[in-house]
């Protein structure tokens, strides 16, 4: 057991696919896995060990912004022996050029967060995604026809600022969308010399405030969940 998670050492796959939201672990959980195991709710951050199409994959949440999804994945990459971490996520557009239900593959996340300088001594503003997952990701949308957006994502630190508009960081490196976890994930994997890739599907349109309803979230993820199973085989 680690400190946030009390699965016992092996009941955690090599292969992690990390939701923010606790209930959304267990959606993938219950409709996606076959022969499902909870295996930790320490701080109701439900994880859950089963396989897809006969491979080994678990489910589990980071929670909300760097510092939490910092925890998690650490502990998931240092304690468990956990080789690749896919987050799947929602983002904020920036952009109306950006649509609802847009799925990205973040090659790399910028943001204004100290949590790599400080854990690591890493400098610099932006993260890239390390090892194979986000190429088998983009390989297998393209086997199944599938059209996602690869590029920038700004990882905020903030949900809630005083300024309107796209913050500066976002314009300077060409930022379309925004979420809050992906810079600490990206830096975390690279310390430790493990895979990372980070799977978003526009949810909101930040300029025209056009949001995504509850039944429509459940199916736009359904499909983004699917192809980040998917490319698990693969790896």
């Given at each position: 057991?680690?400190v946030?998670?009390?699965?016992?050492?092996g009941?955690?796959?090599?292969i992690?696919?990390m939701?923010?939201d606790?209930?959304r672990?267990?959606?993938?959980a219950?409709?996606?896995l076959?022969?499902?195991k909870?295996?930790?709710?320490?701080?109701?951050?439900?994880?859950f060990?089963?396989?897809?199409?006969?491979?080994?994959?678990?489910?589990?949440?980071?929670g909300?912004?760097?510092?939490?999804?910092?925890?998690?994945?650490?502990?998931?990459?240092?304690e468990?022996?956990?080789e690749c971490?896919?987050?799947v996520g929602t983002?904020?557009?920036?952009?109306?050029?950006?649509?609802l239900?847009?799925i990205?593959?973040?090659?790399?996340?910028?943001?204004?967060?100290?949590y790599a300088l400080?854990?690591?001594g890493?400098?610099?503003?932006?993260?890239?995604?390390?090892?194979?997952a986000?190429e088998?990701?983009n390989?297998?949308?393209?086997e199944?026809g599938?059209?996602?957006?690869k590029?920038?994502?700004?990882?905020?630190?903030?949900f809630?600022r005083?300024?309107?508009?796209?913050p500066?960081?976002?314009?300077?490196n060409?930022?379309?969308?925004v979420?809050?976890?992906?810079?600490?994930?990206?830096?975390?994997?690279?310390?430790?010399?493990k895979?990372a890739a980070?799977?978003?599907?526009?949810?909101?349109?930040?300029?025209?405030?056009?949001?995504?309803?509850s039944?429509?979230?459940?199916?736009?993820?359904k499909?983004?969940m699917?192809?980040a199973?998917e490319?698990v085989?693969?790896m």
């Open positions: 057991m680690s946030h998670i009390s699965a016992k050492k009941e955690i796959a090599p992690v696919l939701p923010g606790p209930l672990a267990k959606y993938i219950d409709n996606f076959q022969d499902v909870q295996v930790s709710s320490v701080r109701n951050a439900l994880y060990t089963g396989t897809y199409k006969g491979k080994a994959v678990s489910v589990g949440a980071s909300m912004g760097c510092p939490s999804i910092g925890i998690y994945s650490f502990e998931l990459y240092n468990y022996d956990v971490i896919i987050r983002c904020g557009a920036y952009t109306t050029d950006l649509k239900f847009d990205i593959n973040v090659e790399r996340a910028y943001s204004e967060s100290t400080h854990a690591f890493f400098t610099g503003e932006h993260m890239y995604h390390e090892g194979d986000y088998t990701i390989e297998k949308a393209g199944r599938m059209t996602i957006i590029g920038a994502i700004h990882s905020s630190d903030i809630y005083d300024k309107k508009g796209t500066e960081i976002a314009v300077k060409d930022c379309p969308a979420e809050m976890e992906s810079f600490a994930l990206f830096a975390n994997a690279r310390y430790l010399k895979s980070t799977l978003l599907t526009v949810s909101d349109i930040i300029p025209t405030h056009e949001q995504m309803s039944a429509d979230r459940e199916k736009a993820l499909e983004m699917e192809l199973l490319s085989l693969n």
